[in-house]
């Protein structure tokens, strides 16, 4: 079942672990200008919530570059976080403390299908913390039966201080010094801009990266 409370808000069931549900909240930042293309899915960390990511959506409206590019912000309350709900259903002897990423990834994806028939379909995917493990385990899950993001309509990915990957290797240690790799953006400020080498190795790197542009 899908319904709409308001505008800013919207709820969808989601299926965890095959027998249980959940309801999931999304808090759906429009540009308040009526313009842009670009539709951005939020993705909250551990101890956070959809609405997280409000003071983001108002820098990013209030910024006169950026506010020409983003259409809405949708972003959305993991299981028991928020206003979203925790699972009812579950298998036997499995509680709400059992659930893994694995979970947070598969609500993840079906919260893409879910936004896309609601005409809520992103083009870029961006995670804070663990969030950012629910993005790459999401790609690595879709990346196994042949898919990807990009097949959802997804073809940028943002991550924010993102947990690696559990299977992500380093292939030589971080350089000491990083003064050298900061890059002074006039539009983006100050970023970091390793160089591959320095960086961790397929799938979570690759594969995100892989999906730009």
Known sequence: AISVARADDVYFDVSVRGTGSATIHAAVYKNPANRGVTTVLAVHGLTETATTFKPLADAIYADSILNRA???IVSISMV???QSSTPTGLPANTRFS???IEDNASVLLQSIDKLKGLNLG???IMGHSMGGLAIQHAQEILLASNSSLK???IVGA???AAVPARSSVWTQPPPANLTPFIVNDPVLGPYLDLP???VAQAPCRGTMQGERG
């Open 122 to 124: 992103a083009q870029v």
């Open 98 to 100: 059992d659930l893994l």
């Open 158 to 160: 943002i991550l924010i």
């Open 196 to 198: 591959a080498a320095v």
């Open 151 to 153: 097949n959802k309509g």
């Open 70 to 72: 983003v259409k809405q």
């Open 80 to 82: 028991g976080h928020g």
